[in-house]
C-alpha cells in the first residue's frame, strides 16, 4: 500500500487513466479551451470593428492621416474652378455740358487799312423811286463776318420806322464786283478817323462814326461797345448808326431835342447827351410821324 504522499505522487492506474483522461482530465481541458476561443473570438471581433470605423472614417471624412508623415492626404483628386464673382460696371458719370462763352470781338485801335466786300445780296427794299445801291466793307483782320454785318444792315433799312417809311427812298444791298452807289465801311478807331478826315475834314476822336463823299464810315468801336447813353440792345444802337449816317446821306442834318421826354430825333448826336429826350434809334416813331426836332447850326 502505498502512503497518502506516494498515492499522490504515484500515476494512475489504467481505469482510473481513462477516467482521468474521459472525463476529469477531458473537463479540465474543455474549460482551458474555452478562454482561448472567447480571446480569437474577441480578437476578431476588434479587428472587424477596427476596419468597420477605418472605412467609416475614409467615406465620412474622404481621407485619413498618414502616422508616418503626418500629412493630410488629397481630399479629391477634380479640379474644380471657382466661379468668378461679377464685377459691377460703374455708372459713367454724364459729363457736364459746358456753358457756351459769349463770342467776345476784340476792337483793335487800329487796323490794316484795307477792306474786303461782303458777298451778300438782297431785294430791294422800300416803295421808293430813289434806290440807293449799297456794299458793306469790313476792314481786314477784323473779328467779324462781312456778310453777318451786311444782312444786319440790309435787316435795318428794310424796317418799317426806317428810312423807306418817307416813301421816297429804297434801298437794295448788292454783292462784291456788282454796280452800287455807296459803301458802308466797318473800320477800326484809327481807320475811321483817317477815313473822316481824309473825306470831310472832321476830327472823329476815335470815338465818333461819320459820312463821306462816297458812303458811310461806321467806327468798330461803336459797332461793338454801343454808347454808354444808350440803354438798349446793341442792335439797336447800331440801328442809330446806320440810319443817323443814312440820313446824312439823304440829305438830313443835325438836330437837337425837342423836349424833356419825348424821343431824340435819329439825326440828333445822342451819344454826346440826350438833353432830357428818350434815346431813339429809327427816323419815325410807332405812330409812322417822324421824329424831330429843332435844327443845330
Excluded at 179 to 193: F, N, Q, R, S, W
Excluded at 253 to 280: D, F
Excluded at 284 to 293: A, E, L, T
Amino acid at each position: 500500500m502505498h502512503s497518502a504522499r506516494e498515492r499522490e505522487s504515484a500515476p494512475p492506474t489504467g481505469r482510473a487513466v481513462a477516467s482521468h483522461r474521459g472525463g476529469r482530465q477531458y473537463r479540465s481541458s474543455h474549460r482551458r479551451g474555452r478562454p482561448r476561443r472567447r480571446r480569437r473570438r474577441y480578437l476578431v471581433g476588434m479587428l472587424v470593428a477596427a476596419g468597420l470605423l477605418g472605412s467609416a472614417a475614409f467615406f465620412l471624412d474622404g481621407a485619413r492621416s498618414d502616422a508616418s508623415s503626418g500629412a493630410p492626404r488629397p481630399r479629391s483628386t477634380a479640379h474644380i474652378t471657382p466661379t468668378p464673382t461679377p464685377t459691377p460696371t460703374p455708372t459713367p458719370t454724364p459729363t457736364p455740358t459746358p456753358t457756351p462763352t459769349p463770342t467776345r470781338i476784340d476792337v483793335p485801335s487800329t487796323g490794316t487799312g484795307t477792306f474786303v466786300t461782303a458777298r451778300a445780296s438782297g431785294a430791294k427794299v422800300g416803295r421808293g423811286s430813289h434806290l440807293l445801291r449799297y456794299v458793306v466793307q469790313v476792314e481786314t483782320g477784323l473779328d467779324i463776318s462781312p456778310a453777318q454785318a451786311a444782312n444786319e444792315i440790309a435787316d435795318i433799312l428794310a424796317a418799317l420806322r426806317g428810312w423807306t417809311h418817307n416813301g421816297v427812298s429804297s434801298f437794295q444791298l448788292v454783292s462784291a464786283g456788282e454796280p452800287y452807289d455807296l459803301k458802308v465801311k466797318i473800320a477800326t478807331p484809327g481807320t475811321a478817323d483817317a477815313l473822316c478826315w481824309a473825306g470831310i475834314h472832321q476830327d472823329t476822336q476815335g470815338e465818333y462814326n461819320c459820312e463821306i463823299r462816297n458812303g458811310v464810315v461806321v467806327n468798330l468801336k461803336r459797332w461793338v461797345k454801343g454808347s454808354p447813353t444808350f440803354n438798349g440792345p446793341i442792335h439797336d444802337y447800331r440801328a442809330l448808326i446806320i440810319n443817323h449816317e443814312m440820313g446824312h446821306f439823304l440829305g438830313h442834318t443835325h438836330m437837337t431835342c425837342a423836349g424833356p421826354g419825348q424821343l431824340a430825333p435819329v439825326m440828333m448826336q445822342q451819344i454826346k447827351g440826350l438833353h432830357g429826350c428818350i434815346a431813339n434809334a429809327w427816323p419815325y416813331d410807332k405812330s409812322g410821324q417822324f421824329v424831330s426836332g429843332p435844327h443845330m447850326p
